[in-house]
């Protein structure tokens, strides 16, 4: 497999990511955490797919759990598949894994300095990563790094090289921690929050960068997000997650339209905008998510939702797939 961001992406029908029934479990005093049951999507080369939902619903251990980056067994317990090109990542030992991650698949956390080692240069850093899955020497891989900061717009990038994380401001730590995910091309981009803890205009840089760099290089993005408007701004589809589950999945205008879980609907009001345009108050939705240590049998969000029936509490709600492209999980639909 190629690795280098020029390559041609993979024809538009094959997904570049495909998971399958994902499941990751914690074992706790209060039993075993359900923190991911069940999720499936796939996602294609240049495709963004945004994934929102409260917090807790399982948004970080999910894109932890593509990454394979989980304490292992007994206190994690995992199932299912995440395809990789048609490779299992799931089932690789962490050898493998170590070879697959940051070269075909790579994250961008929340917060830069979780990513970035304090002691070592940002240069030295870069480099680290692109000696380890290219056949680089140390100069061309000294250049390489400073092609790669020019490119996330980081200026006197040959200055930047040899500065350590504290030296660099929290824009410019972000856009470092990109340069280091994108040094290997990888086929598909992990971003948990990547710009929540940026003011809004270095915010609003960062995105348009990420997304410029998606373009060109056909790479698939999962974006997971709390604003509406980096969901509406960047995303094709939005998956919206819910106590563990993908609840809804649907073109981002669907979403945003005609949601038809009363969840999703509250949800988009809760969430804030990136845009200044709405002063109102942010909705907040009411009741608690259940216990994902001791499920209910019915749908997780029946006891909160205005609309439930009593087979909703009784029962899970089985998919119902809309036009091919959008789906849900709910006995009583908007
Ligand atoms: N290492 C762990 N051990 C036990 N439980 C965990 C662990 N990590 C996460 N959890 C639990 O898994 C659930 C999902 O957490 P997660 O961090 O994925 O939520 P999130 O959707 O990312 O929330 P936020 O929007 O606040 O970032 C939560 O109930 C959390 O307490
Ligand atoms: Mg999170």
Request: net charge positive; with cysteine; aromatic share 4%.
């Amino acid at each position: 497999m190629s690795t280098t961001m020029d390559a041609v992406p993979p024809p538009a029908a094959a997904p570049a990511l495909d998971v399958r029934e994902l499941r990751t479990c914690f074992a706790s005093p209060r039993g075993l955490v359900r923190a991911v049951d069940g999720v499936s999507f796939a996602l294609r080369a240049g495709e963004t797919l945004g994934i929102v939902g409260e917090s807790g619903s399982g948004k970080s251990v999910l894109a932890r759990s593509l990454m394979g980056l989980l304490p292992r067994a007994p206190y994690t317990q995992r199932s299912g598949q995440v395809l990789l090109n048609g490779r299992d990542l799931a089932g690789m030992s962490e050898k493998a894994l170590s070879r697959v991650r940051g070269r075909d698949i790579a994250m961008v956390f929340q917060d830069p300095m979780t990513s970035l080692n304090p002691v070592l240069t940002i240069g030295r850093q870069i480099v680290q990563v692109l000696r380890q899955h290219g056949e680089l020497d140390a100069r061309d891989a000294r250049d390489r790094a400073i092609e790669l900061l020019e490119q996330v717009n980081i200026p006197a990038a040959r200055k930047r090289m040899d500065e350590h994380p504290h030296q660099l401001s929290g824009g410019m730590r972000q856009r470092a921690v990109i340069a280091i995910a994108l040094a290997c091309g990888p086929r598909v981009l992990i971003a948990d929050e990547p710009t929540t803890a940026l003011d809004v205009t270095v915010q609003a840089q960062i995105l348009q960068l990420l997304r410029a760099l998606q373009q060109k290089h056909g790479m698939a993005l999962v974006l997971i997000s709390h604003n509406l408007g980096v969901v509406a701004g960047m995303c094709d589809r939005v998956a919206v997650m819910y106590a563990g589950r993908i609840v809804e999945e649907a073109p981002v205008r669907a979403v945003f339209a005609a949601p038809r879980m009363r969840y999703t609907e509250a949800l988009m009001k809760s969430m804030p905008r990136l845009d200044a345009a709405s002063h109102a108050p942010l909705h907040v939705i009411g009741g608690r998510p259940p216990n994902l240590a001791d499920p209910p049998p019915g749908c997780g969000f029946a006891p909160r939702c205005r609309a439930a029936l009593p087979q909703c509490q009784r029962e899970a709600p089985a998919v119902t797939w809309q036009s091919g492209e959008h789906r849900f999980a709910c006995w009583n639909p908007l």
